[in-house]
């Protein structure tokens, strides 16, 4: 019983933190079909600007509170850049945009360790989230608990926006007919900048979260760039339902293997869960159902 | 209203529509006819701006829009309802209104003046838009184009391929728009109605204006033979 809850929850835990990676890129990559290789070096970025954050503020509680509004800000206004600079001259050259964004993201970990120094950095946890708390027999770290929660609010947060403002009205509309979006009005244009600039964004405070869990280095967002593709990939292109339940089904299967193998055997075994899946399903969990393909 | 001077578009470097001159005046509707192929829809697309000009102008009231983004051209009054009833199809048919009301004045009050015109869409407002009957998406499309407010309404084959007794409400929309004011260019390809609703009309054939003038006596005779190869 502690066993299967203890894993259950590593499951739930470890799908909260790539939930929180892959949601930005469920923007970029699933909304827009943008391969923006650089997503993880703005999770970097995030970590970094909680790192800055605290050497500044000293206290970690509220550094942190800082620093996850303002790990957002930083990583939007990268991708913004990045959005304005380059990959809006890229459209509908997905190769092209794959090595472009992948160059940036080599240039931004060089520019990390030119700032910070190769080797890592810890930020420290806030005392309120030092320690565990005991749930059903199992002993929880409390900053697994606090991710959990703020993964929650931001797919929430996410979900809302696309389905209840007028600027998801937007991107939903750009993501489905482009050109119909113009003569409707809407600035396809600006709809991009904004997309990019909220998924980016949401990278950042990825990053600043992950701090509470281990260290950070130049390289720690590459690290997380592939589990997060597959997770949009795994859940079907654009639908957040489908990360997240792509995102929990990942990381109780990493936990299951772990348990049985090694960590490294346990990517390995994932890897090949969700290539059968896909083999199976190319569309992922969820598609769009709809009568005509306009 | 509309002025178009030696236009000349097309796709990637090739042209498909050649130096096509063309007006519509102030409460004036305009019939664009020719074959499939000839190059109505491909016309249509770079009035709104969704193709370049490739040379040659577009005026709307004297203000050039040769160059502005489609977004744009609608602020300024141009509102387009393209071919094969397109809509948003993964929002819900209240959704595809609401997207075009967002940020206006009486953005309600408009939305429901549409729905006035076109009461089949009222119950339909939380279905998806890609699950609607063509006529249903047709009635959707105009309603979607009619709350940016235009000046000039432009319409592609707006019953192509629609039933009958849709066809006759979609008829009656135009008919009684054009009365309120509106300036329309309509590309139909029914003769009968084109030439009963539009005081003008323009006959493409190979993306050529073949015959143009107006809907008067005659007209019906000189566009069977523009269209006939
Ligand atoms: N996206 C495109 N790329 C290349 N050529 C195109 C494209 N769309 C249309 N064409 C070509 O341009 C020409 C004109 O097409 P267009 O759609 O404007 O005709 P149309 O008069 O609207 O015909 P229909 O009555 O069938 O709607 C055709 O020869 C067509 O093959
Ligand atoms: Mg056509």
């Given at each position: 019983?502690?066993?299967?809850?203890?894993?259950?929850?590593?499951?739930?835990?470890?799908?909260?933190?790539?939930?929180?990676?892959?949601?930005?890129?469920?923007l970029t990559f699933g909304q827009m079909g943008v391969?923006?290789?650089?997503?993880?070096?703005?999770?970097?970025?995030?970590?970094?600007?909680?790192?800055?954050?605290?050497?500044?503020?000293?206290?970690?509680?509220?550094?942190?509170?800082?620093?996850?509004?303002?790990?957002?800000?930083?990583?939007?206004?990268?991708?913004?850049?990045?959005?304005?600079?380059?990959?809006?001259?890229?459209?509908?050259?997905?190769?092209?945009?794959?090595?472009?964004?992948?160059?940036?993201?080599?240039?931004?970990?060089?520019?990390?360790?030119?700032?910070?120094?190769?080797?890592?950095?810890?930020?420290?946890?806030?005392?309120?989230?030092?320690?565990?708390?005991?749930?059903?027999?199992?002993?929880?770290?409390?900053?697994?608990?606090?991710?959990?929660?703020?993964?929650?609010?931001?797919?929430?947060?996410?979900?809302?926006?696309?389905?209840?403002?007028?600027?998801?009205?937007?991107?939903?509309?750009?993501v489905?007919?482009?050109?119909?979006?113009?003569?409707?009005?809407?600035?396809?244009?600006?709809?991009d900048?904004?997309t990019f600039?909220?998924g980016?964004?949401?990278?950042?405070?990825?990053?600043?979260?992950?701090?509470?869990?281990?260290?950070?280095?130049?390289?720690?967002?590459?690290?997380?760039?592939?589990?997060?593709?597959?997770?949009?990939?795994?859940?079907?292109?654009?639908?957040?339902?489908?990360?997240?339940?792509?995102?929990?089904?990942?990381?109780?299967?990493?936990?299951?293997?772990?348990?049985?193998?090694?960590?490294?055997?346990?990517?390995?075994?994932?890897?090949?869960?969700?290539?059968?899946?896909?083999?199976?399903?190319?569309?992922?969990?969820?598609?769009?159902?709809?009568?005509?393909?306009? | 209203?509309?002025?178009?001077?030696?236009?000349?578009?097309?796709?990637?470097?090739?042209?498909?529509?050649?130096?096509?001159?063309?007006?519509?005046?102030?409460?004036?509707?305009?019939?664009?006819?020719?074959?499939?192929?000839?190059?109505?829809?491909?016309?249509?697309?770079?009035?709104?701006?969704?193709?370049?000009?490739?040379?040659?102008?577009?005026?709307?009231?004297?203000?050039?829009?040769?160059?502005?983004?489609?977004?744009?051209?609608?602020?300024?009054?141009?509102?387009?309802?393209?071919?094969?009833?397109?809509?948003?199809?993964?929002?819900?048919?209240?959704?595809?209104?609401?997207?075009?009301?967002?940020?206006?004045?009486?953005?309600?009050?408009?939305?429901?003046?549409?729905?006035?015109?076109?009461?089949?869409?009222?119950?339909?407002?939380?279905?998806?838009?890609?699950?609607?009957?063509?006529?249903?998406?047709?009635?959707?499309?105009?309603?979607?184009?009619?709350?940016?407010?235009?000046?000039?309404?432009?319409?592609?084959?707006?019953?192509?391929?629609?039933?009958?007794?849709?066809?006759?409400?979609?008829?009656?929309?135009?008919?009684?728009?054009?009365?309120?004011?509106?300036?329309?260019?309509?590309?139909?390809?029914?003769?009968?109605?084109?030439?009963?609703?539009?005081?003008?009309?323009?006959?493409?054939?190979?993306?050529?204006?073949?015959?143009?003038?107006?809907?008067?006596?005659?007209?019906?005779?000189?566009?069977?033979?523009?269209?006939?190869?």
């Amino acid at each position: 019983m502690d066993l299967l809850v203890g894993q259950l929850f590593t499951g739930l835990s470890t799908g909260s933190i790539l939930l929180l990676a892959a949601l930005g890129l469920s923007l970029t990559f699933g909304q827009m079909g943008v391969i923006n290789m650089a997503h993880g070096e703005f999770i970097m970025a995030g970590c970094y600007t909680a790192y800055v954050v605290q050497q500044i503020a000293g206290d970690a509680g509220v550094s942190l509170l800082i620093a996850l509004p303002l790990g957002f800000a930083v990583g939007g206004a990268m991708g913004l850049v990045l959005e304005a600079l380059l990959i809006r001259h890229l459209y509908h050259r997905p190769l092209d945009t794959l090595l472009v964004t992948f160059g940036v993201g080599l240039i931004l970990q060089q520019v990390a360790r030119d700032v910070f120094g190769a080797p890592a950095v810890n930020v420290s946890v806030p005392p309120a989230l030092r320690g565990g708390v005991d749930l059903l027999g199992v002993t929880v770290p409390k900053t697994r608990l606090f991710i959990m929660g703020l993964a929650i609010v931001a797919v929430t947060a996410v979900a809302l926006v696309l389905r209840f403002t007028p600027a998801g009205r937007r991107i939903r509309a750009v993501v489905g007919n482009r050109d119909l979006a113009e003569t409707a009005g809407i600035s396809s244009r600006a709809v991009d900048a904004g997309t990019f600039f909220i998924g980016s964004g949401l990278a950042g405070v990825a990053g600043v979260a992950l701090t509470l869990i281990g260290s950070t280095s130049p390289t720690t967002g590459q690290s997380y760039l592939v589990d997060a593709f597959l997770v949009v990939v795994a859940g079907g292109l654009g639908r957040i339902k489908g990360a997240v339940v792509a995102a929990v089904a990942l990381g109780a299967t990493q936990a299951v293997f772990e348990t049985y193998s090694t960590a490294s055997l346990a990517k390995v075994g994932v890897f090949i869960v969700i290539v059968v899946f896909l083999q199976l399903r190319p569309q992922g969990l969820f598609t769009l159902r709809t009568r005509s393909l306009a | 209203m509309l002025t178009l001077r030696n236009l000349t578009c097309g796709y990637g470097r090739t042209p498909v529509v050649h130096d096509v001159n063309l007006d519509v005046g102030t409460d004036q509707v305009v019939a664009v006819m020719g074959h499939n192929g000839a190059g109505k829809t491909t016309l249509l697309r770079a009035v709104v701006g969704l193709l370049p000009a490739m040379t040659g102008t577009i005026e709307l009231d004297g203000r050039d829009l040769t160059r502005t983004p489609t977004h744009r051209r609608i602020a300024h009054g141009m509102a387009y309802v393209p071919q094969g009833q397109q809509c948003f199809a993964h929002l819900t048919a209240g959704e595809n209104l609401r997207l075009v009301a967002d940020g206006r004045k009486h953005g309600k009050t408009l939305i429901d003046e549409q729905l006035d015109r076109f009461p089949a869409l009222r119950p339909l407002q939380n279905r998806q838009a890609g699950l609607l009957s063509g006529g249903q998406r047709q009635q959707l499309a105009i309603a979607r184009a009619l709350i940016t407010e235009p000046r000039l309404l432009i319409l592609d084959e707006p019953t192509e391929g629609i039933q009958p007794n849709v066809v006759a409400e979609i008829e009656a929309a135009i008919v009684d728009l054009a009365r309120s004011g509106l300036s329309v260019l309509l590309v139909e390809q029914h003769l009968g109605f084109a030439l009963q609703a539009a005081a003008q009309y323009a006959v493409l054939r190979s993306g050529r204006v073949a015959s143009h003038g107006a809907t008067g006596a005659g007209a019906r005779e000189r566009v069977r033979e523009a269209m006939a190869i």
